[in-house]
């Protein structure tokens, strides 16, 4: 069993950073698939970034949406993955979600059902 536990949401201005963390527990998960997914009252959960590291190289993935703004990072030693919000918009309004899962497949899955471990997440507002 894999604990997630997320933080570093809040209120922040377009146009700011946040830096989300993600936190695990129960066991290493140095090679698992992790991502970040997001969240909007009324929607559908959506991926926002996926990291893979394996023994041979690594593979990130980003949604359109957040390309070229927010980068996925994993310090191992820490067993924690970073999310690092930069040039925010008020769309990038959601609960953000950690999600793990031991495969470590390429390419970096976005489907939500793909994830086993999940956090209990974390509020990200930006104001216009």
């Known amino acids: 069993q894999v604990q997630l536990v997320e933080s570093g949401g809040g209120l922040v201005q377009a146009g700011g950073s946040l830096r989300l963390s993600c936190a695990a527990s129960g066991r290493t998960f140095s090679t698992y698939s992790t991502a970040w997914f997001r969240q909007v009252p009324g929607k559908e959960r959506e991926f926002v970034a996926g990291?893979?590291?394996?023994?041979?190289?690594?593979?990130?993935r980003y949604s359109d949406s957040v390309k070229g703004r927010f980068t996925i990072s994993r310090d191992n030693a820490k067993n924690t993955v970073f999310l690092q919000m930069n040039s925010l918009k008020p769309e990038d309004t959601a609960v953000y979600y950690c999600a793990s899962d031991p495969k470590d497949l390429l390419p970096v899955s976005t489907t939500e059902s793909w994830y086993v471990y999940w956090g209990q997440g974390t509020q990200v507002t930006v104001s216009s």
């Open positions: 990291i893979v590291i394996r023994w041979s190289g690594s593979a990130t």
